[in-house]
């Protein structure tokens, strides 16, 4: 047996943390110099949406966030604990190039597999060169093996394949944010924003945030966020997609709506943006994850390619060949 550890930017909702038994190491957020605990536990689906939306109502009335790392002792803590009950560990974090996550993590890897007698390191890592959903996801394909019987030994190399084309695509809603984090300079800002400009951007390959295209208002971005989807995905009647929305719910629901009109998904994970990743990108971002061709969202000639790969995957996932169904806390469309 082994358990399945991720960062709260991993954006997994309370409901299905609890159906997948995924432990989750929470973010500390300092909000109007004060510590805010990013993940909660207990929470339902509506509970975490209301937390959600007075979150980022917060920040559109100026509330100051600083965010921070989770550090290598806690994950240390927790590897050593779950090392010393005998289980193997496979954790996933928010992509190396955005955070120090991973890095935090790969220190107290070495040092709880430096103390493990055994042929095998008892804990296992998985950059997922991407953040909030696509890292949740793999996570719950994880549990989804592990819950088949299959050892760490498996399902790694399965993850493994999957992170270069668990694509993460989004558009954000004020363009201050963006500049706050370096990717804008505060002129372009206030110019795109004077002018509608709502950039799409997406983790490349390396894990980094950049640029796809740039469309003119809202609307606009998010019927591109829909193509994108629909023209990319493989193999979506065997595959969970996930929607991260900073307080942009029914925004979000016309996105899963319009989808489902056009191609047919397992389900739906559609959920508040975790603080942590949203508090960079601001209120009114909306995120979508899936498994697509490339990440690159480019390049016919990986179809057929990328498409076997996809569909073996998750072949691999079903298992006994019965889609399984999201959990219903876990979504808001089955």
Do not use: W
């Not at 082994?2 to 973010?27: M, W």
């Not at 795109?192 to 490349?204: C, H, Q, V």
């Not at 790969?309 to 169904?325: H, M």
Request: aromatic letters at 6%; proline letters at 4%.
């Amino acid at each position: 047996m082994f358990q399945i550890v991720v960062d709260s930017g991993a954006n997994i909702p309370a409901e299905l943390v609890r159906h997948y038994d995924i432990r989750v190491l929470s973010f500390v957020n300092i909000t109007d110099g004060r510590p805010l605990v990013c993940f909660s536990p207990d929470l339902t689906i509506e509970e975490e949406r209301a937390k959600g939306k007075e979150y980022y109502d917060a920040i559109r009335a100026g509330m100051k966030v600083q965010t921070g790392l989770i550090g290598c002792g806690e994950f240390e803590e927790c590897f050593r604990s779950l090392s010393e009950n005998g289980d193997d560990v496979l954790c996933l974090t928010i992509s190396s190039g955005i955070s120090g996550t991973f890095n935090a993590a790969r220190i107290a890897a070495d040092a709880v597999n430096g103390d493990t007698p055994g042929e095998h390191p008892c804990v296992r890592l998985i950059d997922s060169k991407n953040a909030s959903l696509a890292t949740g996801i793999l996570a719950i394909y994880a549990s989804e093996l592990r819950s088949q019987g299959k050892e760490i030994d498996e399902v790694v190399p399965v993850i493994e394949s999957m992170v270069p084309r668990i694509n993460g695509i989004f558009t954000v809603g004020d363009l201050r944010y963006l500049a706050k984090t370096g990717r804008l300079t505060g002129s372009k800002a206030v110019i795109g924003n004077l002018l509608s400009i709502k950039p799409i951007l997406r983790g490349n390959r390396d894990g980094f945030i950049v640029q796809y295209k740039k469309c003119h208002g809202r609307k606009a971005s998010l019927n591109s966020l829909i193509s994108l989807v629909c023209d990319n995905v493989v193999d979506p009647e065997n595959q969970i997609l996930g929607i991260a929305h900073a307080d942009a719910y029914e925004e979000s629901c016309y996105i899963m709506n319009e989808i489902t009109k056009r191609i047919k998904v397992r389900g739906f994970i559609n959920t508040t943006y975790d603080f942590c990743t949203g508090s960079h990108v601001g209120p009114d971002t909306i995120a979508l994850f899936f498994l697509g061709k490339d990440r690159e969202l480019d390049g016919e000639g990986l179809l057929s390619r990328a498409s076997q790969a996809v569909s073996a995957q998750l072949d691999a996932i079903r298992g006994d060949g019965i889609v399984k169904p999201v959990p219903q806390g876990g979504s808001s469309r089955l």
